[in-house]
Nanobody, 115 residues
């Protein structure tokens, strides 16, 4: 059973930065998309950023210009650099790897932006 292991969450002050990482416990072949989702209390899960195997990226409007997604295909790892964090970015962030046949999810990591 493949697991996605996330790291890098925590508590940060408004305006600060965090870098999330997500790595697969073993090699996954044929990953089409690697992405990050988040869910705040009382809200639906939303896509934050995704990176396709072809190099295309897309971002939620609320994070454009502040967050950057990158992927290392050789390491089956995806990163999310988060800058200029705002209190409204507070949520549980989960990574997702999608192949043609399967969806893999991380367990989630808490990001809290507060002074």
């Amino acid at each position: 059973q493949v697991q996605l292991v996330e790291s890098g969450g925590g508590l940060v002050q408004p305006g600060g930065s965090l870098r999330l990482s997500c790595a697969a416990s073993r090699k996954i072949f044929g990953i089409n998309s690697m992405g990050w989702y988040r869910q705040a209390p009382g809200k639906q899960r939303e896509l934050v950023a995704a990176a396709s195997s072809g190099g295309n990226t897309n971002y939620a409007d609320s994070v454009k210009g502040r967050f950057t997604i990158s992927r290392d295909n050789a390491k089956n790892t995806v990163y999310l650099q988060m800058n200029s964090l705002k209190p409204e970015d507070t949520a549980v962030y989960s990574c997702n790897f999608r192949t043609r046949l399967s969806d893999f999810w991380g367990q989630g990591t808490q990001v809290t932006v507060s002074s």
